[in-house]
């Protein structure tokens, strides 16, 4: 696996399912963490858990709460994002929801 450590991860839908494994999963390896999600409480129990796994105690965690769906909040978002936490190296898009029989 790839040295991932010090990296700066954005995920979106960070906060459960997939999103939040792959968070965990960076986190584990020693990478800084921010995700983005819409339901702040829901962000916040994830930056929790995630925080649990941390390697390195300077790991950076952190949580937005951003509809996807509004292209202007997300430009806001993000740019504020980027500027507490720097420019991300890696992008992971996992929002959504898988409707039954859509594949």
Known sequence: MKDFNNKIIFIT??????????????DK????VVI?????????????????????QTQKINSYSVDITNNAD???????????NGIPDILINCVGIAQPDYF
């Open 36 to 56: 983005f999600a819409r339901t702040l409480a829901v962000l916040e129990n994830a930056k929790y858990e995630i925080k649990q796994d941390a390697i390195i």
């Open 29 to 32: 390896a020693g990478s800084h």
């Open 74 to 84: 997300v430009k806001i978002i993000f740019e504020k994002a980027i500027n507490e």
């Open 13 to 26: 839908g960070g906060s459960s399912g997939i999103g939040l494994a792959i968070a965990k999963a960076f």
